[in-house]
Each structure stands twice: as structure tokens, then as C-alpha cells.
């Protein structure tokens, strides 16, 4: 009984340690695209991609802007 517990704990943290939620996602697969290494992006938190998003969602930007920003984001990314 105390193994089947066991297990179960293990599998309840590694899945929650493992889990990306929708905009994190989406936030690497932004990143990925605009050539960001991929150990960078393993250090993406979900401020980050709260800061990915809003400024894929500015109608204000231009989209060189835009693209500006989000190489300096994985700049800042990679330099932790």
C-alpha cells in the first residue's frame, strides 16, 4: 500500500512540474520562431509570456517593433 502511494505522489508532482499552461505554450512557440536557443526557452515563466503576449497583441506596434521586442525578451531570457 505504501509503494501504490508512493507512486502516486511521484506521478502527481512530476505531471504538475511538467505542466505549461496554454500561454506559456504559446509564448515559446513565439520565441522559437524568431530563433531563440531552445535552453532558453525552458527558462520562460509565465510573467514572461504575459509580457510575449501583450506585446504580440498591441495594435500599436509595428510588427518590426514587435519583433525587436521579442528578440530583446529572449535576449533577457537567455542572460539568466
Given amino acids: 500500500m505504501k509503494t ?3 507512486s502516486l505522489a511521484i506521478l502527481a508532482f512530476a505531471g504538475a512540474a511538467q505542466a505549461r499552461t496554454n500561454i506559456e505554450t504559446s509564448a515559446i512557440d513565439t520565441l522559437r520562431q524568431r530563433g531563440v536557443p531552445e535552453a532558453c526557452l525552458a527558462k520562460v515563466t509565465l510573467s514572461d509570456a504575459a509580457r510575449i503576449r501583450s ?7 509595428t510588427e518590426g517593433h ?3 521586442r ?6 533577457e531570457i537567455c542572460a539568466r
Fill in 66 to 68: 514587435k519583433n525587436w
Fill in 55 to 61: 506585446i504580440e497583441d498591441s495594435a500599436d506596434a
Fill in 70 to 75: 521579442l528578440r530583446e525578451i529572449g535576449r
Fill in 4 to 6: 501504490f502511494a508512493l
